[in-house]
């Protein structure tokens, strides 16, 4: 039974790309590999097949996953996302109690997690320690390095 993927339109829309690249552009080069190596003559020892026929496995266990994910997509309803307290698709401005640094993250689905642009993946210890809480709550997180103290800033819409 496959997992259900909580996606943005965004997100969902980036997967169907990178599925119709795979199956357009890529399928049709590995066929192509494979199609010039058994040119070459006996396939039993010829180690382009075989690096092709990897490739081609690679691809194929990709585009399946790819599918699964697609077809248990479930597309997030942003109108119903709200700013009371901090939820996906919220961006929160926290700040740190200890150095007075002030940060700037929005909560989104795992696989649409960017943290050059400011997108932090929901399953984060810092998104879960986030979650539920309200504008000048401070929450005690743990990460790897240690507890923080973050106080809650702002809430916003994505």
Do not use: F, W
Not at 96 to 116: R, W
Request: aromatic share 2%; proline share 3%; charged share 30%.
């Amino acid at each position: 039974m496959s997992q259900v993927t909580y996606l943005t339109k965004e997100g969902l829309k980036k997967l169907k790309t990178e599925l119709d690249r795979l199956m357009n552009v890529e399928r049709p080069a590995i066929s192509k590999l494979i199609g010039e190596a058994i040119e070459k003559g006996d396939i039993s020892e010829n180690a382009e097949y075989d690096a092709a026929k990897d490739a081609q496995g690679m691809l194929e266990a990709k585009i399946v996953e790819l599918q699964s994910r697609i077809a248990n997509a479930r597309i997030l309803d942003e109108s119903r996302i709200d700013t009371n307290s901090v939820q996906i698709l919220n961006t929160v401005k926290i700040k740190n109690i200890k150095n007075n640094s002030v940060m700037q993250y929005t909560i989104v689905p795992e696989g649409e997690a960017d943290l050059k642009v400011g997108k932090i993946s929901a399953t984060t210890p810092i998104a879960k320690g986030l979650m539920g809480k309200k504008i000048g709550e401070v929450v005690d997180i743990r990460v790897p390095s240690g507890t923080i103290h973050l106080e809650i800033v702002d809430i916003t819409l994505m």
